[in-house]
């Protein structure tokens, strides 16, 4: 099986590069591990919205249609949308297909599957970071009897009913996340500093306008973004939560005991769940055949190509691989930066040498 590019991962940002693909007429596939399609989004927990609208959340090509409601869409439409996006223009997905392994074939790169392998003149990576959550290290911690789940497998408030329970992060999901366990158990929520919200009369948007604005400063191309106006976004549930007086934060405490947490003055107190809304790493292990990886999981790249391997190329997992290219609406820059990269470099025949 060979083909000119090779794209593992086929989640929001494999299906943008696809797109792009597909319109430079190069033979590609893409390789998903996932049994249906939506990449990480079928798993994300049962009441999670988007906070931008549709429109402001689209892929290149077709914009996401608006609910019912004109509310921001929720887990389920963007699944949809995902599912008909690959549907709409016929992209060629295999599922479910793991990638156990890369490595340099010649002029070209051997990607070996559980179901085979495949042979392609340049891979992009776009498996984005789900498979990899991150949970920090503290003392005591495996001696802690109770429950223990990062936001990566949360699905509901239901099994925390009447428990006392900390909520740890300070970001979007954490936000949402102590908003719907709030209603249902004693909750904490434990962050590094006080949570910055932004102003109810704004949305999801305003980070984007404002990521923008420092990209172009960055580039000479602007002069500085103002201030950020905070990082929580104030969805309906993050509002209703307020109203409640159930958005106070701590600071972390210092350890874990068997039955619950140690604060930094040396008070203790009891803890039925922990849940880790921590953020994740790259999902690469798969890469570790090719010498790429650095210390923190990470690729060295010039925008979204890999600068150690010829023919590599990353996409979607954060501002080392393009702007706004782990969001929906930003990736679509990268993918298209990507496809005329590849579209230059087999063209030219630059195999072994950058572009």
């Given at each position: 099986m060979e083909v000119d590019v090779l794209v593992i991962g086929a989640g929001q940002?494999?299906?943008?590069?696809?797109?792009y693909l597909r319109r430079a007429g190069l033979t590609f596939v893409l390789l998903d591990d996932q049994a249906e399609p939506g990449g990480a989004w079928p798993h994300g927990w049962d009441s999670l919205r988007l906070?931008?609208?549709a429109d402001a959340s689209s892929l290149p090509g077709w914009l996401m249609p608006r609910p019912l409601d004109n509310g921001f869409p929720a887990r389920d439409a963007v699944i949809d949308?995902?599912?008909?996006?690959?549907?709409r223009y016929a992209l060629p997905v295999r599922r479910p297909v793991r990638v156990v392994g890369v490595q340099q074939l010649g002029e070209g790169y051997a990607v070996q599957t559980d179901a085979g392998t495949w042979q392609a003149r340049a891979v992009v990576c776009a498996t984005g970071s789900w498979r990899n959550p991150f949970v920090p290290t503290y003392a005591g911690q495996s001696d802690f009897g109770g429950v223990q789940l990062h936001s990566a497998h949360y699905r509901e408030?239901?099994?925390?009913?009447?428990?006392?329970?900390?909520?740890v992060g300070g970001g979007n999901s954490g936000a949402q996340i102590l908003a719907e366990v709030s209603r249902v158990a004693q909750t904490t929520w434990v962050t590094e500093k006080e949570p910055r919200f932004?102003?109810?009369?704004?949305?999801?948007?305003?980070?984007?306008?404002?990521?923008?604005?420092?990209?172009h400063a960055q580039?000479?191309?602007?002069?500085?973004?103002?201030?950020?106006?905070?990082?929580?976004?104030?969805?309906?549930?993050?509002?209703?939560?307020?109203?409640?007086?159930?958005?106070?934060?701590v600071r972390p405490?210092?350890?874990?005991?068997?039955?619950?947490?140690?604060?930094?003055?040396?008070?203790?107190?009891?803890?039925?769940?922990?849940?880790?809304?921590?953020?994740?790493r790259p999902a690469l292990s798969f890469m570790e055949g090719l010498d790429v990886l650095e210390a923190d999981g990470r690729v060295a790249t010039t925008g979204t190509r890999a600068t150690k391997r010829p023919g590599l190329w990353l996409v979607g997992y954060g501002s080392w691989t393009g702007f706004a290219s782990a969001t929906l609406i930003g990736v679509g820059r990268s993918a298209r930066a990507t496809a005329e990269e590849i579209q230059v470099f087999l063209a030219a025949g630059l195999v072994g040498t950058p572009v």
């Open positions: 940002s494999g299906l943008a590069v696809g797109y906070f931008s609208p949308y995902l599912t008909q996006y690959e549907q408030a239901a099994p925390f009913a009447g428990q006392r329970v900390l909520v932004l102003p109810d009369d704004v949305d999801g948007r305003v980070l984007f306008t404002q990521a923008t604005q420092r990209y580039a000479g191309q602007a002069p500085a973004p103002p201030p950020s106006l905070g990082d929580v976004v104030m969805v309906d549930s993050v509002k209703e939560a307020r109203e409640r007086s159930a958005l106070g934060s405490f210092a350890r874990f005991t068997r039955t619950g947490v140690v604060w930094a003055d040396g008070r203790e107190e009891a803890v039925d769940a922990v849940i880790w809304c921590t953020g994740f």
